[in-house]
T-cell receptor, first 115, second 114 residues
Framework: KAGVTQTPRYLIKTRGQQVTLSCSPI?????VSWYQQTPGQGLQFLFE???????NKGNFPGRFSGRQFSNSRSEMNVSTLELGDSALYLC???FGGGLSSNEQFFGPGTRLTVL | DQQVKQNSPSLSVQEGRISILNCDYT??????FLWYKKYPAEGPTFLIS?????DKNEDGRFTVFLNKSAKHLSLHIVPSQPGDSAVYFC?????????????FGKGTLLTVNP
């Protein structure tokens, strides 16, 4: 079974631009979560989508948004990029259907650098 | 307010010895705890988990202990191997309903020296 894939793997943008990151979950997984990893803050939860609906949201500004498609693939968008948005963005998928879905499977991440 | 804390940013042990990674939490509503391992340039990989109704879970060289009264859990790796060198994240899940948000600690870098 293929793992979680994220594209692109690396991205360089400048301040003020916007960016869209993509995540394809493991086949059959319906829940997709996004995390931001920075050296100082560790992994911080952005949001989680299940069946095309945002089910949980972390404490990030509205510049961070996402969506999920009917095939469970998810995209994350960041508008008006700031230098502090430079981070590794991780996507994780899980079955999402009850107590059996405690384990999330992570993709390799997208390394975003904002100049 | 950091609800999951890994107070040791790094830990260095000798090959063959025991590695003990610690994690403290503040929210008594967490009902499930997980440990993830992360190598550079890769996403975290699930290692082992424990339900809040248990106090120990073992999987090969890895054992997780949970002390609910102290709101503390630890991951023991015995014996430690150089391939175990990675960043280890502790994560906790709030119980009930469809809340699948995981709260992570900041990680502990484990270095196992040959």
């Amino acid at each position: 079974k293929a793992g979680v894939t994220q594209t692109p793997r690396y991205l360089i943008k400048t301040r003020g631009q916007q960016v869209t990151l993509s995540c394809s979950p493991i086949s059959g997984h319906r829940s997709v979560s996004w995390y931001q990893q920075t050296p100082g803050q560790g992994l911080q939860f952005l949001f989680e989508y299940f069946s095309e609906t945002q089910r949980n949201k972390g404490n990030f500004p509205g510049r961070f948004s996402g969506r999920q498609f009917s095939n469970s693939r998810s995209e994350m968008n960041v508008s008006t990029l700031e230098l502090g948005d430079s981070a590794l963005y991780l996507c994780a998928s899980s079955f999402g259907g009850g107590l059996s879905s405690n384990e999330q499977f992570f993709g390799p991440g997208t390394r975003l650098t904002v100049l | 307010d950091q609800q999951v804390k890994q107070n040791s940013p790094s830990l260095s042990v000798q090959e063959g010895r025991i590695s003990i990674l610690n994690c403290d939490y503040t929210n008594s509503m967490f009902d499930y705890f997980l440990w993830y391992k992360k190598y550079p340039a890769e996403g975290p990989t699930f290692l082992i988990s424990i339900s809040s109704i248990k106090d120990k879970n073992e999987d090969g060289r890895f054992t997780v202990f949970l002390n609910k009264s102290a709101k503390h859990l630890s991951l023991h790796i015995v014996p430690s191997q150089p391939g175990d060198s990675a960043v280890y994240f502790c994560a906790a899940r709030l119980g009930g309903g469809s809340n699948y948000k995981l709260t992570f600690g900041k990680g502990t870098l484990l270095t196992v020296n040959p």
